[in-house]
Each structure stands twice: as structure tokens, then as C-alpha cells.
């Protein structure tokens, strides 16, 4: 029997509870950063999740904004559990998930443009030596098995409108490729904030705010310091964070 666990998180004046699959990708941190980066505009009406794994993330932003929310997942078994997530969390009206890869999704001409697209993606490179073995239901949401960099940002510009926002994060060392990216499909940076783990250490994530087809002007905002000097997460962050979690 597969091994479950709920993870219970806050937002706002929420509890949102959130069932995981201890053999599959679960929220991490960055789950978080990303939700806390994130600005939207009273006129936002839709926005899209691109790679919505257990629902998390569109269940958060779901609480926090009165917008409808779509979460594309190609993994069958995270499409349960997202389904499974909403219910419990009572936003069937507001947030639909789709079963789909990604690509596939925005190559349908019949698809409505939106204003956001958020995306916490896969980033690690395949591997000689990557066992797809080890964890089967992590590798697609951890490893670029079935989408990249370059086919996010690309299908990102295909569902956006024009002057529509792409949020996004990704590790510090891969910032070069990311920013790159961007401005290959008309994307201009408008924020960027740089995440640390603690102070004195090297930068591991950074935020990206992006604009589609959009004037230029970036805003780079102050650093972000995860853990303190005895590993607790800061007062930012641990708000999230419920006691109860099991």
C-alpha cells in the first residue's frame, strides 16, 4: 500500500491540507518561495499551472486569489491526487486540472489565452547516471524526462497574452540559461529576487517575473535568507508552516 502523508500549510487566514504520496514529488520549499513571490492584478481572470503535480500550488494561489485556476499535469497518478486535493480543500469550482502534457496542452489552437502562468519545473539534467528506478512517480518532476526549459517557455508564450506575467523559479546556477530563454520568446524579466539557504552561502534559487511582449525595466528585489544559524526556516516562511503537520 502506497505510503501517505498530509501536509497541512497557512495562507492568509487558511489551512490548507494537502495529501501527499511519499513515493512521488511532494511541496518543497520552493513551492513556498514561489507562492510568496507571486503578484496578481486585480484583472487577472485566469491563470495556469504548469505542472500542477499534487495541486499544491493552484490550491494556495486558489485561496489567496478569486481568479480560475487551471493545473496541466502529464502524470496520471499526481492528476488523482490534485483532483483528490481540490475536493478536500473545497475549490471545485475554481480550479480544474487537466491531464496532459504540457506542450500538447498549449499546441491546441482552441485554448483561451490567460494573464499568469506560474511554473515550479523540473531543472535537473538526465543523466548518464541517473537511475530512473530509484523513485519512477519523482524523476518527470524532478528531471527534464519529458519537458525542458526551452518547451516550458515556449508553451508559455504560445498560452499568454500579450503583456501577460510567466512566474518561474530556478536554480541560481542555471540563471544564465533561464534569462536567455526568456528573451529568445519575447519574454522581458520585470522582477527578480535571489534566494539564499543562510547567510554567508552561495545563492541556490532565484524568482523570475516575466512579461510577455512587454516594455523592459527590471526590479531586482532584496535577497531572500531561507534558514537562520540554527537551521529554522525564517519568520517569512515559517508562517506557512502548520504544527500539526504529520
Known sequence: MTNYKTLKLKIDHHVVSINQRKDMF???LDTILLINFI?????????????????????????????????????????????ENIAKNNLQNQVTIIHKDIKD??????????????CNPP????????NFKLAPLKIPARH?????????????????KVKGIFFIT???????????????????????QIVYPKINKNANRVLIEAGFKTNTGLI???????????????SEIAKWYNKNNK
Not at 170 to 192: E, G
Not at 221 to 228: A, M, T
Open 26 to 28: 511532494c511541496v518543497s
Open 39 to 83: 503578484k496578481i492584478k486585480n484583472q487577472t481572470e485566469t491563470l495556469i499551472d504548469f505542472g500542477t503535480n499534487n495541486g499544491a500550488i493552484a490550491i494556495l494561489l486558489a485561496k489567496k486569489f478569486p481568479i480560475k485556476i487551471i493545473g496541466i499535469e502529464v502524470q496520471k497518478e499526481a492528476v488523482e491526487l490534485a483532483i
Open 105 to 118: 496542452y498549449a499546441n491546441d489552437d482552441g485554448n483561451k489565452k490567460v494573464d499568469i502562468i506560474v
Open 123 to 130: 531543472f535537473f539534467p538526465v543523466l548518464a547516471k541517473t
Open 144 to 160: 527534464e524526462v519529458s519537458i525542458d526549459l526551452k518547451d516550458i517557455i515556449a508553451s508559455a508564450a504560445k498560452l499568454l
Open 170 to 192: 530556478y536554480p541560481a546556477t542555471r540563471v544564465d540559461q533561464l534569462l536567455l530563454t526568456l528573451q529568445q520568446y519575447n519574454f522581458s524579466v520585470k522582477r527578480m
Open 220 to 234: 531586482i528585489e532584496p535577497p531572500l535568507i531561507c534558514h537562520n544559524e540554527n537551521n529554522s526556516y525564517n
